[in-house]
């Protein structure tokens, strides 16, 4: 939805547009390093290559208040024209209503995004204090039922040749190579335990009884 009304936008007004995809990208995260997209975006920004820039919400561009006093700060000085919504009449940041205008819209934004964060984290702890798993697929050894961990018995008999075979000073290889010899395979149907996956049991806080 934002690049199609992006582009609409672009072409009411006669510009070239060019779409910048983030795909996984968050403007939730903390820094830019995790954002090359919008890093990249910024650099052509100051090069005065891009003189308008079109989301949907300005949340879109960050909903942290340090990236986004940057990305802010880097469209004033280089007077670049900023459009969210339907609306082809862009935001004059040199303009000092419509950048207070901005400013409170971004500061929303930036409480939105806090308030939501907080309530999420706030239901997993409570889901982790009644025992319920939080998602994705549990530790090798263990199986859900009602969205709890159970023992896998099938598996958490190796877990268990893992870590006594470790305790043992058995090396990895030497793990990896008895297990294969016995035929266990990995979660996902694969004959053979890679080195990582071997250690990643045996730093799995689960297996000690905590998370």
Do not use: C
């Amino acid at each position: 939805n934002q690049r199609e009304k992006g582009i609409k936008i672009a072409e009411q007004t006669n510009l070239t547009y060019q779409v910048w995809n983030e795909g996984v990208g968050s403007s939730s995260n903390d820094d830019l390093e995790s954002r090359p997209v919008i890093t990249q975006l910024m650099s052509e920004v100051r090069e005065g290559k891009v003189k308008h820039i079109y989301v949907e919400y300005t949340d879109r561009l960050s909903r942290n208040q340090k990236t986004w006093g940057f990305i802010r700060y880097n469209l004033q000085i280089n007077n670049v024209k900023l459009y969210t919504g339907n609306n082809p009449i862009p935001m004059d940041l040199s303009s000092d209503m419509d950048n207070l205008l901005l400013g409170i819209m971004s500061e929303f934004a930036i409480f939105d995004n806090n308030v939501r964060t907080s309530r999420l984290n706030t239901g997993k702890f409570n889901r982790i204090k009644l025992g319920y798993w939080m998602g994705g697929p549990p530790p090798y050894g263990y199986k859900l039922e009602d969205k709890k961990l159970v023992l896998n018995e099938d598996e958490s008999k190796w877990v268990k040749t893992i870590y006594e075979m470790y305790s043992n000073r058995n090396s990895i290889e030497q793990i990896r190579k008895h297990l294969m010899m016995n035929g266990v395979i990995t979660r996902r149907g694969n004959p053979t335990f890679t080195h990582r996956a071997i250690e990643k049991i045996l730093e799995n806080t689960h297996y000690s009884g905590y998370y």
